[in-house]
């Protein structure tokens, strides 16, 4: 890719394009659950169209639609995908100032979302228009996937094309100036533990479920400090699992028949959604006062499955160049997000994939969510970089 083609993209972003974009993405209430992602996704779908997008609207549910835009290239090369997500978090209370209206002071964006991740969707957005800008066709395709969902279930990312092919894709979440490679995962059963109900003046004519699911939640705390805790990735940290929610009872007078527990358990790279439940069963099983009594009655949503790239892989130093490059920085780190993150729905379509964006992620779903102007301005460099240089990349 010619320097001189980096620097004229390079330069005719800025600062005040990137924000115009932002301000209206954040001024849309894209609240997940209940909010409008469909008026965000129009906008989204507008504004490509504009810079010379060919642009689809992927009805994900009623009212919910992705946004595909492709800026078309000769077809010499493979697609770049940059992708993140249009839905946000609610605001929650304490703001300093209306959430949903973008505020600049000393030097940092505020509002919601500026950061996870209407700031990483604008950045990319302007980064794309510079490229349209520049005139040049690239051999590859350059792919904008916006979707909904992700802070729920990720129902966007699971439901793009099956078929999508590109060489990279760039998952646009907080990154603090680092190149992820890896991110957790999670898993969410409701077990299940089934009794017999009895005069409570009598417990010893029925079965308690609630006492047997104590008995399963004393085992699988066991479980996780001594096996999951042990269990560690170099990038992500450690397995975990907890239990978050517990019911069963209805009455004073009765014993509970049936009790029902959720346990979040979070997976590092490597440990796969089914190995996951059977080991939860085994370690049940092997308590002698639950044989049998327990089952898993259903699963809960959650954003998917770990996923991890081979840092050796030809993408990741492509991205740790353009990184470094764009903030004058020796050797960009490679990390690990311990968060879900949809990497792992453009890795589970066989495509390379990492995770870069502004900011540091534990500012993330916070009040009086920030990012600093000078990192959504690097951001949109380190897109349109990333981007030229992958769509350049010969098949
Ligand atoms: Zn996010």
Redesign the pocket.
């Known amino acids: 890719m010619p320097a001189e083609l980096f620097k004229s993209v390079e330069e005719s972003l800025s600062i005040n394009r990137v924000l115009e974009v932002l301000t209206r993405l954040v001024s849309f209430q894209s609240v997940n659950p209940g909010g409008n992602e469909e008026e965000a996704a129009r906008y989204i779908g507008e504004f490509m169209k504009a810079v010379g997008c060919e642009v689809t609207l992927q009805e994900v549910e009623p009212g919910r639609p992705n946004v595909l835009a492709v800026l078309r290239g000769t077809g010499e090369a493979k697609a770049v995908i940059l992708n993140t997500?249009i839905d946000v978090v609610p605001a929650g209370e304490g703001w300093s100032g209306d959430p949903f209206q973008l505020r600049v002071e000393d030097g940092k964006a505020i509002g919601r979302g500026v950061m996870?991740?209407k700031g990483p969707l604008a950045a990319m957005m302007a980064a794309i228009e510079a490229i349209a800008r520049s005139g040049k066709r690239l051999p590859g395709d350059i792919v904008l996937a916006a979707v909904v969902d992700?802070e729920a279930a990720s129902k966007g990312a699971k439901a793009l094309p099956v078929n999508l092919e590109a060489s990279l894709a760039v998952i646009g979440?907080a990154t603090n100036r680092t190149l992820a490679i890896a991110h957790r995962g999670s898993i969410r059963p409701v077990l299940a533990a089934k009794g017999v109900a009895a005069h409570s003046s009598t417990p010893h004519l029925g079965k308690n479920a609630v006492s047997l699911m104590a008995k399963a939640v004393v085992a699988l705390d066991a479980f996780a400090e001594r096996e999951l805790a042990e269990r560690r990735h170099p990038l992500t940290g450690q397995s975990s699992l907890a239990v978050t929610i517990m019911n069963g009872g209805i009455k004073e007078s009765m014993i509970p028949d049936y009790c029902e527990a959720l346990i979040d358990r979070r997976l590092i790279p490597g440990e796969s959604e089914e190995r996951a439940i059977q080991e939860l069963m085994d370690v049940l099983e092997a308590e002698e006062a639950l044989k049998g009594q327990l089952h898993i009655a259903r699963m809960v949503p959650t954003t998917g499955a770990a996923s991890e790239t081979d840092v050796n892989h030809p993408v990741v130093k492509l991205c740790r160049d353009a990184i470094s490059a764009v903030y004058g920085q020796q050797d960009t780190t490679v990390t690990g997000l311990t968060a879900n993150c949809d990497m792992t729905h453009f890795a589970a379509r066989g495509i390379p994939s990492v995770i870069y964006g502004p900011g540091d992620f534990s500012v993330?779903h916070k009040t009086d969510e920030w990012v600093t102007l000078d990192e959504l301005l690097n951001a949109a460099r380190v897109y349109a970089r990333i981007a030229l240089e992958a769509a350049t990349m010969r098949n």
């Open positions: 997500h996870d991740a992700e979440e993330a």
